[in-house]
Each structure stands twice: as structure tokens, then as C-alpha cells.
């Protein structure tokens, strides 16, 4: 038998109701949902659709910033790349008053016919990452909350028939989350593929699983960087798609917040 080893800290409980130790962010600091880009610069992209608005903190990879959309508090974190720094990301927030948490992000197609700038909801994630393993049984689902969901589709619809001559498509599905974006073989692409997953990305699985273990809600929208099975790409060179994409995810996001008064 072996000898029980006490410990001294206990991190489920530490960090309530302080600043915190990664992000930077105290409680009032913020609003009840986050809008989580993985890139610290896009969060200037989400703060140009809000008034009002405060830097409340940027270290390390997580910048934070509160303001304004249609009279709704509203707080954009980013995550870094990534399930660990996402998984910190959203403890910490959620430490802080956080109660729904949307990511906007960018993802790879693995579909045919999904090109750049499409816009893509997530219905689940297939966890390929190491830090849910950490957290939860290898059974246990990867999914994010329904209304999110649900309301992120109708806003994201919304958009497209907004403006119906700019040529971009919705689509909804299972997404992968893989921790090694250039680990990503052309044999594993053809497997996702071939199960009918829809796109990868990097967070949601982190997201989604520290989301339900803290009893709070999440749901994620990305734009279409490229595509893994039909070789469209935006990896190499400029491409305003995918920036045009990213415009109306956040969009979608903002109006889901505002209509579900998360
Ligand atoms: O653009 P973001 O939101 O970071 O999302 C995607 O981009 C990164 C890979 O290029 C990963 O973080 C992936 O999930
Ligand atoms: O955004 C992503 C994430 C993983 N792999 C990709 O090719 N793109």
C-alpha cells in the first residue's frame, strides 16, 4: 500500500473570486459570456463590433477585452492554440462570473465543397487531444450547449441571406479537435473524412468538456481557412475570405448572446 501523500493546494477550488493567475482577469471585470478567437489579434477584430470599450488585460496569449454590443456586456478572451491554454482559458473565465462561452475560430474543411469563408457550426468535437483525457473517461462526449447551437445556426443563416451575392455557405457537423496541426497526415484527413467529420480545429473539445464539468454553457462557429480534401487553401498567401468569414462568425455570435441573453 502505498503512503497517502498530503497535499497542499487543491485547484479545484483555487483562484475563486481573484484575479487570475493566467488571464489576468478579477471578477467584475467581466461579462456573463466570453467570445474566445483562438488569436490574441482578432480580439481587436471583435472589439471593432463594440462600444465602450476597456483592455482589461493581455498576458501571455490571452488577451481580454470588455465592451458593448446592442447594450449587452460582452467579453472577448483568446485562447491560444490549442486544448491546454483553451482549458485554462475557460476555467478561468468561468472563475470569474463567465456562465457561456463562444468560440470563433478558424477550421480546416473535410468535406468537399466547404471552401475558405464558409462559415461552420459545431455540433460536437471528436476528442484527438490530451488534455480532455486529463479531465474526463474516454467515453465521455465532447458537445457543446443546444440553444448555443441551435441560435448559432439561425444567425449564421441570417448572415447568408444578409447578403445573399457574397458567396459563402453555412454548414453544421461534427468537427475534430487534433493537438497537432502539422501531425495531421493525409491518412488521418482521409479517416476524419471518411467519417463523415466535417472540420478540424484545435479548442473545442477543451472547451466543450470544461464547459459541462463546471455546469456552464459553450458552442463554437469558425470560418473556413481552407480545405484538406478538395485543396482549397488559405495557408499560403493573403486571402480576405477567411477575414470576411471571421467578420461574420463574430457576428453571429454577438446577435446569438444578444437573442438568448446570455
Ligand atoms: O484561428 P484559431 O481560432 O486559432 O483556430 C485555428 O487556427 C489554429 C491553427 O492554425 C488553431 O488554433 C486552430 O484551431
Ligand atoms: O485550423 C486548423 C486546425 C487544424 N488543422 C488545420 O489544417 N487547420
Known amino acids: 500500500m502505498s503512503p497517502e501523500i498530503p497535499t497542499a493546494v487543491d485547484k479545484s477550488a483555487a483562484g475563486t473570486g481573484v484575479r487570475q493567475y493566467h488571464i489576468g482577469v478579477a471578477p467584475g471585470e467581466v461579462g456573463t459570456v466570453a467570445l474566445l478567437p483562438g488569436d490574441p489579434f482578432r480580439v481587436a477584430l471583435i472589439a471593432e463590433f463594440l462600444t465602450d470599450v476597456t483592455e482589461i488585460a493581455h498576458r501571455r496569449e490571452h488577451r481580454t477585452v470588455t465592451g458593448r454590443y446592442r447594450g449587452k456586456l460582452i467579453t472577448a478572451t483568446s485562447t491560444g492554440m490549442g486544448c491546454p491554454s483553451t482549458a485554462i482559458a475557460a476555467e ?99 479517416e476524419l473524412a471518411g467519417m463523415g467529420v466535417l472540420n478540424v480545429e484545435m479548442e473545442s473539445s477543451a472547451l466543450y468538456v470544461v464547459a459541462r464539468l463546471r455546469g456552464v454553457r459553450a458552442g463554437m462557429i469558425c470560418a473556413c481557412s481552407s480545405n484538406l480534401v478538395d485543396g482549397t487553401s488559405v495557408y499560403e498567401g493573403a486571402d480576405t475570405r477567411l477575414h470576411d468569414g471571421w467578420r461574420r462568425s463574430i457576428r453571429a455570435a454577438l446577435d446569438t448572446a444578444v437573442q438568448l441573453d446570455l
Not at 461552420?120 to 462526449?141: K, M, Q
Not at 495531421?184 to 484527413?189: K, V
Open 92 to 190: 478561468e473565465l468561468i472563475r470569474v462570473g463567465v456562465t457561456s462561452l463562444i468560440r470563433v475560430g478558424s477550421s480546416a474543411g473535410l468535406q468537399p465543397g466547404i471552401a475558405p469563408g464558409d462559415l461552420l457550426v459545431s455540433e460536437g468535437s471528436l476528442r484527438n487531444d490530451g488534455t480532455t483525457a486529463a479531465y474526463v473517461h474516454p467515453g465521455y462526449p465532447a458537445v457543446p450547449d443546444l440553444p448555443i447551437t441551435v441560435e448559432l445556426r439561425r444567425q449564421a443563416d441570417a448572415r447568408a441571406a444578409a447578403e445573399p451575392d457574397a458567396g459563402f455557405r453555412v454548414h453544421s457537423g461534427i468537427n475534430a479537435s487534433d493537438d497537432a496541426f502539422y501531425a495531421e497526415t493525409p491518412s488521418w484527413i482521409a
